[in-house]
């Protein structure tokens, strides 16, 4: 049976679709920039370390999104504030074309990376359109979406600077939000379900972290296992650059192709959890997440090791991730953007605090203690998994 807001628009597998493309499109303004920090500053005449400074801008001005504007989703109709974001986004990639000096484009990047969370504003949507025996694949193939967008952003952004500059990156970026807008236009309507002031809105995020156990579960294991993401990729581009391997920046763009076939095995996470399977398969996924670490350590000398490894990472990520959402979405259908926003925030810190312990191992012991520490965390998330489910099998046999 569908909810008060799916009535008069079932949901569809075009509409499924719709919301992956939007998100993905939108989700990959964040990553233009990674690997254009060269070309940026030559033609600015920038140093790469202020330059760089527009990489961690966008980041920011992600976070900031997903704290102060994706609880908005409960509060404001869904696609009205998707197209205001999508509109104020398209103008902040028009700066950055058109940047000149690198202080402009960084104080644009925080604008774009704020916007960048539409994906987040979509995903509930999606769970609130979809009906409870299809929650999980409905999220699966949204937030199949959002990680392609993440993957081939780097890919796309090196080619168009290959054609046309950097700067045409983003006007290309921009014309794509124009053709996002279109696409939001084409999403059915969906009223708010909650009537707080927007402070209330913002304190009640913290209120449902306490007063929800699974989310607070589900939140460990998101962390855990995304913080080996942020460990990984850090510091994979400073070993494919050097001595083992000796790529250029072009083929180590080209190298995050690999996780892809992660990102696409991991929709059937969806699937398997709309068959009741979601807290059994988030125990195999965030091992599988630890055990890619062996294979990733083997890919210091071995190419196909490495890739391997990076397509059973991406694979054991998504499909806890997707797992997670499909069980803290149906807690309270009225808040489920404040409760993405719970899970999101603390999940970007996660990522952002393994990335910033990757940098600092690699430069101490290199790729050997990097992947000992990116497998640490999911680790440690299956401990928790299993200390999780002897929980719940004693409290089910208790009268």
């Known amino acids: 049976m569908r909810t008060r807001a799916t009535a008069d628009a079932p949901l569809d597998s075009r509409l499924t ?26 033609s600015l005449h920038a140093s790469t370390t202020n330059v760089g400074l527009v990489v961690t801008a966008s980041q920011i001005g992600y976070a900031v999104g997903l704290a102060m504007l994706v609880p908005l989703g409960d509060l404001v109709e869904r696609r009205k504030l998707l197209a205001v974001m999508l509109t104020v986004t398209c103008a902040a990639l028009v ?87 279109v696409l939001v236009r084409t999403l059915p309507p969906v009223p708010p379900d909650a009537s707080l002031t927007y402070r209330g ?40 650059a050097g001595p083992a391997y000796g790529w250029s920046d072009a083929r180590i763009g080209l190298f995050t192709l690999v996780g892809v076939a992660g990102a696409l095995a991991a929709r059937f996470a969806g699937r398997l959890a709309d068959r009741g399977y979601a807290q059994r398969q988030t125990g195999l996924f965030v091992l ?24 059973l990472l991406d694979l054991g990520i998504q499909g806890t991730h997707i797992s997670n959402q499909s069980l803290f979405y149906p807690l309270r259908p009225d808040a ?54 002897f929980s719940n099998r004693r409290s089910h046999l208790l009268p």
């Open 336 to 389: 489920r953007s404040r409760l993405n926003t719970a899970y999101m925030t603390t999940y970007f810190l996660a990522g952002s605090i393994g990335s910033a312990l990757s940098v600092v191992v690699y430069t101490w012991a290199g790729w050997p203690a990097v992947c000992a520490l990116g497998a640490a965390f999911p680790a440690l998330g299956f401990v928790l998994w299993v200390v999780e489910s």
């Open 288 to 311: 599988v997440t630890s055990l890619s670490f062996l294979l990733l350590a083997v890919g210091e000398q071995h190419v196909l090791a490495l890739a391997a490894g990076v397509a």
């Open 95 to 181: 700066v950055m074309a058109a940047a000149p000096s690198w202080q402009v484009l960084a104080s644009a990047a925080v604008i774009a990376g704020a916007g960048s969370v539409v994906g987040q504003v979509l995903v509930p949507l999606a769970a609130s359109l979809a009906t409870d025996d299809e929650r999980g694949r409905v999220i699966g193939n949204v937030m199949t979406g959002l990680l392609l967008g993440i993957l081939l952003s780097r890919v796309v952004a090196g080619l168009i600077a290959q054609v046309g500059g950097w700067r045409a990156v983003f006007v290309v970026a921009a014309s794509l939000m124009v053709l996002a807008y």
């Open 17 to 42: 679709a719709v919301m992956a493309l939007i998100s993905g499109l939108v989700v990959a303004n964040s990553y233009y920039a990674q690997p254009l920090v060269d070309a940026i500053a030559e």
């Open 201 to 240: 809105l913002l304190a009640s995020v913290v209120a449902l972290v306490r007063e929800e156990r699974v989310l607070r579960w589900r939140i460990a294991y998101g962390t855990t296992t995304y913080a080996s993401f942020g460990v990984f990729w850090t510091s994979v581009g400073f070993l494919l």
